[in-house]
């Protein structure tokens, strides 16, 4: 059993995230990279910037109008990528992800991010679970150059 | 006496006790869409299984049988909203494709540069985008009625707002979100004084009001089948004939002239059928009529009544409760609220968690935000099938909005 599986503990993280999100303001400095992640079908609305140093993720930060596991996921995102390499974060969203759709995934990789893996319990909260995880994995694709984020 | 639970049983959604999230489902989102009773499932059943043929053109008896049927379902929806002819009812895809046949085939002809087009904050998007787009491509300019204090437009605020240049106002006649009932017939009657048009989406409105487009004096007006028990994918634009004469068709192909050369000389069908060019939605027309029927059956005096009991049960109960915030108490449609401290999605899904369906959001109405001055509510609506034990089921939900994450753990 994960040491994380208390639904008190999971909920404390969640709660603890959206009340007071890690990485949380966008600042208005050109070396970053933004995308606005606004969700045709709910109204989660996020932006997300990332400021890359060659291969290496050296801030990631984010703002908007968003429910409790969207705000929540992106925070506990942004802390887990932070100061890492590109291709540890596309294996870290790569393994959150799995996680979200019930495919093999492992855990160690993504840490606190594991209180979501109720998600598929609520289909129709996927998108706000992935909505900051997919922001970056477009800024990343942004970074190298790929027109497919 | 109106007997809602004899009501449920004409649903089948309802009456095979249909579960979300393993709790009998509560469904609460009929401004969404509506459930649909066993009628119009069958209505459109016996269209696929027994009388499957196309319309307005064959020379054979089934032929003549789809379109005796789809012609019938016309004249029930004429009857429904009270028409003078039932050849002044288009069939459309619903409310968004009437509007925009309106503001592409009508505004976009009659518009010229500085003309006005009213609208107001509280019009969904199928009744803004089209007329921006008109509005860029004719130089027309786009004006606001303001809504008062307490949410409503009133008639002396589109006498406020209208100038010799007014040529449209275009206007739900349940305005979005905050559901309050618009003066749609006031405002015709002296917009008419100024030789101006008025169009109104009826998309709220006819199905949870007595319309009667001549009473009212509508020019144009549009609504869905589907919120109105009616299936998806199929609407009515009501229009005038003097007006649908100078309207232009904005599709044409089979269906919509009577004759064409190779010169290009074409000579239009009458009207309605020159608005409906290719084959029509022909399952949903008589599903329509079946479910315009129903409704007149059960009487839409007493449709309106039922509603406003639901209403007033349910802003009685949310009174009771300190940890909710309810928007518009004294309106009439979707009642908009949120659970304090809880942001409107993640109050949808907790409800959902107990087989409540409601909705979440901005309701499409995004241009309303300053002045409910918030960015999103939780809609909750009601309609024919709708009791008082579902309200309470939603406001036991309701006293758990503290602890919204169970949502997410059960």
């Not at chain 1, 109008?65 to 802390?79: D, G, K, L, N």
């Not at chain 2, 919509?256 to 290009?264: D, I, L, Q």
């Not at chain 2, 089921?393 to 753990?409: N, R, Y």
């Amino acid at each position: 059993m994960h040491s994380l599986d208390n639904p008190l503990v999971m909920r404390e993280i969640i709660m603890d995230h959206y009340k007071n999100p890690r990485n949380h303001g966008i600042i208005d400095d050109d070396a970053y990279m933004k995308t606005n992640m606004n969700s045709s079908t709910c109204i989660d609305n996020i932006d997300i910037e990332a400021k890359f140093n060659g291969d290496m993720i050296e801030d990631v930060r984010f703002d908007g109008e968003a429910c409790a596991i969207s705000t929540a996921s992106t925070s506990i995102m942004t802390e887990l990528v932070k100061g890492k390499s590109k291709e540890e974060a596309r294996k870290i969203i790569e393994n959150y992800k799995d996680m979200i759709y019930e495919k093999d995934y492992d855990p160690s990789l993504i840490q606190e991010a594991y209180v979501f893996k109720n998600t598929y319990k609520q289909a129709n909260r996927i998108k706000c679970a992935t909505i900051g995880w997919n922001g970056l994995e477009r800024l990343i694709d942004e970074s190298e150059g790929k027109k497919n984020g | 006496m109106y007997d809602v639970y004899k009501v449920r049983e004409d649903f089948p959604m309802l009456k095979n006790n249909v579960k979300m999230h393993n709790a009998p489902l509560v469904y609460l989102d009929s401004n969404a869409t509506t459930l649909k009773p066993q009628c119009v499932i069958d209505a459109v059943v016996d269209y696929l299984s027994n009388y499957s043929a196309n319309a307005e053109r064959g020379d054979y008896d089934l032929s003549h049988d789809v379109d005796m049927h789809f012609e019938g379902a016309r004249e029930t929806l004429r009857q429904f909203i009270n028409a003078k002819e039932k050849d002044e009812l288009i069939f459309t895809s619903g409310s968004t494709d009437g509007l925009n046949m309106v503001a592409y085939g009508y505004g976009l002809t009659h518009l010229k540069a500085g003309d006005e087009i009213l609208l107001s904050y509280a019009e969904h998007a199928s009744n803004t985008l089209p007329w921006f787009d008109v509005a860029k491509q004719t130089g027309a300019i786009i004006k606001y009625i303001p809504i008062d204090e307490t949410g409503h437009i009133t008639l002396d605020a589109v006498k406020a707002t209208v100038t010799e240049h007014t040529k449209i106002i275009s206007l739900a006649i349940m305005t979005n979100v905050l559901g309050f009932e618009v003066p749609i017939g006031e405002i015709a009657h002296y917009a008419h004084t100024k030789g101006i048009v008025v169009v109104a989406d009826g998309a709220q409105s006819v199905p949870h009001m007595v319309t009667d487009v001549q009473k009212d004096d509508i020019d144009f007006l549009a609504f869905s089948g589907h919120k109105m028990l009616g299936p998806t994918g199929i609407g009515v634009l009501y229009g005038k004939r003097a007006l649908l004469e100078e309207m232009h068709p904005v599709r044409s192909g089979g269906g919509s002239n009577a004759r064409y050369n190779k010169e290009g000389e074409v000579t239009l069908k009458e009207i309605p059928y020159r608005f409906e060019a290719g084959t029509p939605n022909i399952e949903g027309a008589v599903g329509l009529g079946a479910a315009a029927k129903y409704l007149m059956n059960l009487g839409m005096e007493n449709v309106v009544a039922h509603e406003e009991a639901m209403r007033k049960y349910a802003i009685e109960r949310l009174e009771e409760l300190d940890n909710v915030d309810v928007y518009n108490k004294e309106a009439t449609g979707a009642i908009a609220m949120n659970i304090k401290d809880v942001f409107s999605q993640d109050a949808a899904s907790l409800f959902n968690t107990y087989g409540i369906a409601v909705r979440a959001g901005e309701h499409c109405a995004k241009i309303l935000d300053n002045y409910l001055g918030v960015n999103s509510t939780v809609r909750a609506s009601f309609y024919v099938y709708t009791t008082k034990e579902d309200i309470d089921a939603f406001i036991e939900v309701c006293k758990k909005g503290d602890d919204f994450l169970d949502a997410f753990f059960r």
